[in-house]
């Protein structure tokens, strides 16, 4: 990534002032930045603030669009996290034709944000960039993907199957509950690396004799171009990344829809495992009412709900969890967690408004 | 470690080459070193040179043993694999009062020894430090350790269970097979590391709301001085040794003695695991012969095994066994794995040494 001088990332503002003062332009348009960052990109939308008294359109209007790369701090560090996230919002709000004094709130929800320290330490950053005036929201990358599928909205429960997995709910009222997302070791068994660990693990028990036949063995011999399942040891541990793994996915996807019997009851599992996740949250945060029945929305993200073949995952996953919660709406987000990021920024900022409206008329009363 | 300059190590040879013309000694007396090598550290012993007319004597005798550190080139490199093998015969030798030219065979079984090209690496070490006479056995550590339950002897069947777990068989005419040992991501579920992971994971889901109650929260996170399962996650993925989760094992059979189910259930699946690990090995090879009632020998090895509790794993997957191979004969090595390699070694010798009486014979008749 290119380095820039203190500040020089956003000279464009100085001449986007110059073009708007020029054009005769007297005020500048007020806009919301949402940002959705993973281990591998960063992406970050730019959204004009629309009323708080009209409902948000559907789809919502976007301004533009920029990606950077990681901006994990765990992974890249700090400087380059924090570099990354500089120069995706200043790409967005260049390509905007906006700048950053035009900003009124940033929702930023990346991966690697746990605690209370880093949540600081990024505030602290938005903090230098931004003027005085800018309200920042700090969020979880799970929070994103759930407001993607509400229109911003926090309730109910959002489930990410990717390389990893995790369940994800908000109440109306600002409770919230987790479940899985704790990694391999520590068995998030329907996530593409859990399913794709169990696939490579069917086909050496076969080869060894301990689990029986399996069409998976040359299935995945073939498409990591191996030729004797004792090479599937070195090919493992050769590199510990968990996406290398999971991209093995579509392999067992395909060796279930051909009747092999190993693969089947591999998508079985992930299927009650990936359900178990959403039914313990629903459970805890009382999601389907007092009588069990009530609805709540279900936002499905992830490559491995998302499959969308003759072998469904995701529809598979609601089916299980509607024996239970009948209430049960699931929802495939129409636009990326980036956008929801930035709805969710239009809500928070939404109710802050009418929690000022409130306060004034309860004065002037 | 300390690096000796070139041959430096032998120079206790000149020394003890005088005392014994000093001494007035004509003959040395022949010697055989037996090595075993895993990921922590290297064991050399040097056992007298039996005659091969009479069996071996039980305990076998030993002059000397001697340790180093990990002599697999996987771990610390190929300089500092050889010089730990290097190091540690001298130091047993020198221990002994023998010397390389009193060394009749070495037989050397170490981790990391998978390929014949890890074998051929090996056995040009050896040809540079001993004498062209010495005749060299290179082995995985696994047979050594067979052969430390089997006086020497290859044929049965070896279970070993530590940090991970791999079923290792030979039948007399000299075919093998194995089972397992593919590490965890391919599954080895009853070894150490195993047990623990699952531990981990059933905390995990009852804290989540995913599973039912369990001791092993609160016993695990006493152990491991954390305040909440939160914490879990951290502490997991902090460093990656498989050794340091196996680790966790004794808490797990301490909360099954206590009556937990989810500890006993996990104890029940390893035990399941493993039987199946042995049963293919023996299928396989046909160690329990055409009726499935043959004797055949089963060396348990490793502290999953040894543990010998009120919850003896061992013994519930020897009953496991029994159940479909009769002739199953358990047996716990008397002697370590390093005295397994010099027995070895020395059958090796004797079966050599048979065949070229019986080549005399042949041409004297």
């Keep these: 990534m290119k380095r820039y001088r203190n500040g020089e990332i956003w000279d464009f503002e100085q001449e986007m002032q110059q073009q708007l003062l020029g054009d005769g332009f007297c005020e500048e348009r007020e ?13 970050c939308v730019c959204m004009p603030l629309l009323p708080f008294a009209d409902s948000l359109p559907d789809p919502p209007p976007i301004l533009s669009r920029a990606v950077a790369g990681c901006s994990n701090h765990n992974c890249v560090g700090e400087t380059a996290a924090r570099d990354a996230l500089e120069l995706v919002m200043a790409d967005a709000l260049s390509k905007a034709g906006s700048t950053r004094f035009c900003v009124q709130a940033v929702c930023l929800a990346v991966s690697g944000v746990n605690h209370p320290t880093d949540e600081e330490r990024i505030l602290n950053w938005l903090r230098e960039i931004f003027p005085s005036h800018v309200q920042f929201f700090v969020q979880n990358d799970a929070v994103a993907a759930l407001a993607s599928g509400t229109m911003g909205k926090l309730h109910g429960c959002v489930l990410i199957a990717g390389t990893g997995t995790i369940a994800y709910g908000f109440t109306e009222d600002g ?22 660990a ?48 999971a991209a093995l996915v579509p392999v067992v996807v395909s060796c279930a829809e051909g009747g092999d019997e190993v693969a089947n009851k591999i998508l079985r599992d992930a299927v009650q495992e990936l359900a178990s996740s959403v039914k313990a949250v629903v459970r805890r945060l009382r999601l389907c009412g007092e009588d069990g029945n009530d609805p709540f929305p279900l936002v499905m993200v992830g490559g491995v709900l998302e499959a969308n073949k003759k072998w469904d ?6 089916n299980c969890i509607h024996k239970d919660f009948s209430g049960v709406h699931p929802i495939c987000p129409k636009v990326e967690p980036a956008i929801g990021a930035a709805l969710l920024a239009w809500n928070f900022l939404a109710r802050y408004s009418r929690r000022e409206t409130l306060r004034s008329e309860t004065y002037s009363s």
């Design 175 to 196: 409770r919230d509950a987790r479940a899985a997302g704790a990694g391999p070791v520590l068995g998030d068994w329907g996530s593409g690396y859990g399913i794709a």
């Design 313 to 318: 995952i995701g529809r598979e996953v609601i």
């Design 198 to 245: 169990q696939a490579l693990t069917a086909a050496v028990r076969a080869y060894d004799g301990r689990g029986p036949y399996t069409a998976l063995t040359s299935n995945i011999l073939r498409k990591l171009d191996l030729s004797s399942p004792d090479e599937l040891i070195g090919w493992t541990y050769s590199d510990p990344s968990w996406a290398r793994i």
């Design 31 to 43: 806009v919301i930045l949402g940002l959705d960052g993973d281990t591998t990109c960063t992406v």
